[in-house]
């Protein structure tokens, strides 16, 4: 542990890996606390892999990935919104259909570039210390523009959450903070992409919520906890990767479960004695 | 008092594919009126009211809420709104009692201060002590018995103070006892100058409790409130 501090101030990847993966903790919890409590834990998993459909196509077109991946995701999230709210196709039947046609046009595109599977799958598993300047940047100005977003729009996202009906009589504009929600989880996902990977990029999303609520406590009170489990399990899986040279994304997702397991047992513990 | 609280003109309204419900539907509902909505199974009570609550839109005619067209009303802290189907279906939703009350006072703010003493935590305290569910203040929505959870949501629907409480089937989950309670609490807040719509298709607890009963026959609106007409009803279901 003591070693894993002195590297973190002696080498730049190490801190920038670091840094990206506590805004990440944050801002995944936060993000998804919402989807969990409105029954779209999948768009998480959706627009992910819809993400790898933009890097794809920017290593195809020569462009960067990070580029790619925000553009096809917010295009994808919107596409998603539009046809869930038409009410024409079934949510969950919206979110496998986009999943499955951007998985399958980006294993062909990634075919016909000729790229190596090795650079993929880094993208499928996450490389945490892989991490640009600029993208820690780009992070960092998400998870601000994320923060002004929920304090501004948390009442409306609540009443979403409760009732679109509720929400909508008590004039909130469902359509245009709907829309706003669903971009930010788009490009949360596709910033997060090169640190956890398409594959568990939705578990950073949704096992520290699910954590936080066998507490049995408020709604605010919910998303503090999220974030708190989300931190802990990047700290011990960070940790871990580090110390045992283990791959950071698939660590820090297991410490996830392994706290989720955790508080499970103990929220049990709570009401049992409550 | 006298000024129309809801008003519906020539309204024609048909779900997609299906036949019309309603091909001339007009009433309208004086403010300060206290009026129970009735009508068999697909009569069209909750369409109605969803109607009229701006949720769906007629495809000819007009809604109007205090006197402005449903497509330009923007007041919207002035309507309270209880629907069915929360009571129901919200028992694992993460929220205390406060924050659900909280959330029906100035939606379009963002995060709470209550915690501060900003000037709004008072209509929530008041809309707790109305609905006399204080005491559950910090329990979570999930733990509360139905009828508890039904004051909940008009504890939420009043504490922007609305001119107007529109509740759709409120005692659907609610006991015997509870129901008392519940509907001498309604006639409190229509004395204190409240326009109540209930829809219910509870007919005897209607015809008993509100001012006027509107009964929802064949896509159209007939004005109900004598005791034969009580008879009739029950006949008629």
């Avoid at chain 2, 007041?75 to 029906?104: C, H, K, M, N």
Wanted: hydrophobic share 55%.
């Amino acid at each position: 542990m003591y070693m894993l501090i002195q590297d973190l101030f002696q080498y730049d990847f190490l801190a920038r890996a670091f840094s990206a993966g506590l805004v990440i903790s944050v801002l995944a919890p936060a993000v998804g606390m919402f989807l969990v409590v409105r029954r779209l834990s999948f768009l998480a998993d959706t627009l992910a892999h819809v993400s790898l459909l933009g890097v794809a196509g920017s290593i195809f077109f020569g462009i960067s990935p990070a580029v790619g991946a925000v553009a096809v995701s917010l295009l994808a999230a919107l596409g998603v919104d539009r046809l869930r709210l038409s009410g024409r196709v079934m949510t969950e039947a919206v979110l496998v259909l986009f999943l499955s046609v951007s998985l399958a046009a980006a294993v062909v595109i990634v075919s016909l570039s000729g790229v190596s599977n090795v650079n993929l799958m880094s993208y499928l598993f996450g490389s945490l210390a892989t991490v640009s300047e600029a993208e820690l940047l780009f992070l960092a100005g998400l998870a601000i523009a994320a923060l002004l977003f929920f304090f501004r729009f948390y009442r409306p996202l609540f009443l979403l959450s409760l009732d679109e009906d509720l929400a909508k009589v008590s004039g909130v504009r469902v359509g245009l903070v709907n829309t706003a929600f669903v971009g930010l989880t788009a490009l949360t996902a596709a910033a997060s992409l090169q640190i956890v990977g398409v594959l568990l990029l939705g578990a950073l999303m949704v096992i520290p919520v699910l954590s936080a609520l066998q507490f049995g406590r408020g709604f605010r009170t919910t998303i503090l906890l999220s974030i708190g489990f989300s931190i802990t399990a990047f700290l011990i899986g960070f940790f871990l990767s580090y110390a045992f040279d283990l791959p950071s994304g698939g660590t820090i997702v297991l410490s996830a479960g392994a706290l989720f397991v955790a508080a499970l047992a103990i929220g049990k513990l709570f009401r049992i004695l409550r | 008092m006298n000024s129309l609280a809801i008003q519906f003109k020539g309204v024609v309204f048909a779900y997609e594919g299906a036949e019309p419900l309603f091909k001339d539907l007009s009433f309208s509902i004086k403010d300060g009126d206290y009026v129970g909505i009735v009508g068999g199974n697909g009569a069209g009570k909750t369409t109605a009211l969803r109607l009229l609550l701006g949720l769906l839109r007629p495809s000819e005619g007009e809604i109007s809420l205090f006197g402005t067209p449903i497509r330009e009303f923007s007041d919207w802290a002035s309507i309270g709104y209880v629907p069915q189907y929360v009571l129901q279906r919200e028992r694992e939703f993460p929220a205390t009692v406060r924050e659900i009350v909280e959330s029906g006072h100035m939606a379009k703010k963002g995060a709470s201060l209550c915690q501060f003493g900003m000037e709004y935590c008072q209509p929530v305290d008041e809309a707790l002590r109305i609905a006399e569910i204080g005491h559950l203040a910090h329990r979570r929505i999930g733990e509360l018995s139905g009828g508890e959870r039904q004051r909940v949501f008009i504890a939420r629907a009043l504490v922007s103070r609305p001119r107007l409480l529109v509740l759709d089937e409120p005692t659907a989950s609610v006991d015997a006892a509870s129901q008392e309670r519940f509907f001498a609490f309604l006639s409190s807040l229509n004395r204190s100058g409240m326009t109540i719509v209930l829809v219910s298709h509870d007919l005897d607890t209607v015809f008993e409790e509100a001012g006027s009963v509107f009964s929802l026959e064949k896509g159209a609106f007939h004005s109900k409130k004598t005791d034969a007409d009580v008879a009739a009803a029950h006949l008629s279901h």
